[in-house]
């Protein structure tokens, strides 16, 4: 299946979904072609869902270069009791060994989740991002949603 641009998030919540069905599930638009600047409307989303009394934020995104405006939020949350959970990255080069960098998931306040893949003894996914503060991995090829 291909996804849009705009699929990812879905998928995502599916996910959630199957693995805690009773979960109630928010969802905050941060990208597209209208609205805010990306870095506001990640850091607008992260204070909305505090305000909306969520506990848990799931961050499927990040960037090479750090925001402050996203790492306000983010202390905001994580200074709230709201655990932060972001995707290591996508910019992997297939080797475990050397270490790209993705923004928010490298800061101490979120938990940074590699992918793995299925087969043998779940080797790191060839487009995940490693590095020495990845905290857990994840199934994250031919996942089903």
Request: charged fraction near 20%.
């Amino acid at each position: 299946m291909t996804y849009s641009q705009d699929d990812h998030g879905t998928h995502v919540a599916g996910t959630i979904h199957m693995m805690a069905p009773d979960a109630e599930i928010h969802d905050y638009r941060v990208f597209g072609k209208d609205g805010f600047e990306i870095d506001d409307a990640i850091a607008t989303s992260i204070y909305e869902s505090c305000f909306d009394g969520c506990d848990i934020i799931n961050m499927s995104l990040g960037g090479r270069w750090p925001s402050s405006t996203i790492r306000s939020a983010v202390q905001y949350a994580h200074s709230r009791g709201v655990i932060v959970v972001c995707a290591a990255g996508n910019e992997g080069d297939a080797n475990p060994l050397t270490n790209e960098r993705s923004y928010p998931a490298l800061w101490p306040e979120a938990l940074c989740i590699a992918a793995v893949g299925k087969s043998g003894k779940l080797p790191v996914a060839y487009f995940s991002n490693t590095n020495p503060e990845v905290d857990y991995s994840g199934i994250g090829v031919d996942a089903i949603s």
